[in-house]
């Protein structure tokens, strides 16, 4: 099995010189390592042409596509080059050494990598259960692997989850080839949650493997940023999602109760700047209620 690690990186140099590393110990190498540098402005390039990881090649973009425009750049790269397994990672994560040989070890399509932080603990966010036919979680993420299981060595060796962080999934080719690939539209945030959603509706099981160790080398602290503009992509992407995957009327409708009790509450939270984001992002959102074309599966006659 030929294995293709896909790297999206932005400004992010020396985290991206720790990962690189990281890369370089594994105990199975990679096939190659596709790093796509998302337009940056520090020494990422520097850091790129000092490593000397075998396989290591670099696609510079012109301007910052995002997480989901670099990914959806880099899986189709991998894809048109032919390699038979695609590793998706962000660049503030390090694989343990024998991350991607537990990974090739279990069956399935898609398969995520389990994170911990740099002190042990487990910090694998990804969903066990995302409902969308329920109107009223709030939240669709109702349970994840860290809020299951106190630690690693209390999951089974693989659980079933229902979306995914472009940080440690590995996807088969068989996948790309029945749903495409990343839809570049979400820029930032729920572009792998968009992908997980639709593997499964092809009917691909996505499992966490328990001894494929990634450590993360950043905290969470997104959710602090509703007024400022990554919180437009957080709503934003959010109520496409919902738009697009909702099992039931009442759920389609749950981004625009969103978005008024946001407004109402504005003046106690964000002020102004949150409401104008969640306004703004519920309209938007309406315009992504279909998978952008570029996302689509490749034409047949591309197909092994």
């Given at each position: 099995m030929r294995v293709a690690v896909v790297v999206v990186?932005?400004?992010?140099?020396?985290?991206?010189a720790r990962m690189l590393e990281g890369l370089a110990a594994l105990d199975r190498a990679p096939d190659a390592v596709i790093v796509v540098d998302n337009a940056s402005t520090d020494h990422t390039p520097d850091v790129l042409a000092a490593a000397t990881l075998p396989g290591l090649r670099t696609i510079r973009t012109a301007d910052n596509l995002g997480g989901a425009g670099g990914f959806h750049l880099g899986?189709?790269?991998?894809?048109?080059?032919?390699?038979?397994a695609m590793w998706l990672m962000d660049d503030d994560v390090v694989p343990a050494p024998d991350c991607l040989s537990r990974l090739l070890e279990a069956d399935g399509s898609c398969l995520i990598s389990v994170r911990e932080d740099t002190a042990g603990a487990l910090v694998e966010k990804a969903a066990i259960r995302f409902d969308l036919r329920n109107p009223l979680a709030i939240r669709p993420k109702t349970?994840?692997?860290?809020?299951?299981?106190?630690?690693?060595?209390?999951m089974p060796a693989t659980v079933v989850v229902e979306n995914v962080a472009f940080e440690g999934f590995l996807v088969r080719r068989e996948v790309v080839e029945r749903i495409g690939f990343p839809d570049p539209s979400f820029f930032i945030f729920y572009d792998d949650v968009d992908y997980a959603i639709r593997a499964r509706r092809a009917g691909f099981s996505i499992r966490?493997?328990?001894?494929?160790?990634?450590?993360?080398?950043?905290?969470?602290d997104q959710q602090h940023d509703l007024s400022g503009w990554k919180g437009?992509?957080?709503?934003?992407?959010?109520?496409?999602?919902?738009?697009?995957?909702?099992?039931?009327?009442?759920?389609?409708?749950?981004?625009?109760?969103?978005?008024?009790?946001?407004?109402?509450?504005?003046p106690l939270r964000g002020g102004r700047a949150e409401a104008r984001n969640v306004t703004r992002a519920v309209r938007d959102a309406r315009r992504m209620r279909w998978l952008d074309p570029a996302a689509a599966p490749p034409p047949a006659v591309a197909r092994r």
């Open positions: 990186t932005y400004n992010r140099a020396d985290l991206l899986l189709r790269t991998a894809y048109d080059e032919g390699f038979d349970a994840s692997v860290d809020s299951t299981y106190s630690s690693r060595a209390e966490a493997v328990r001894d494929a160790v990634l450590v993360r080398q950043l905290g969470f437009y992509y957080m709503y934003r992407n959010l109520f496409a999602v919902h738009f697009r995957y909702a099992e039931n009327p009442l759920v389609r409708l749950k981004p625009w109760l969103i978005a008024l009790v946001v407004v109402l509450l504005s």
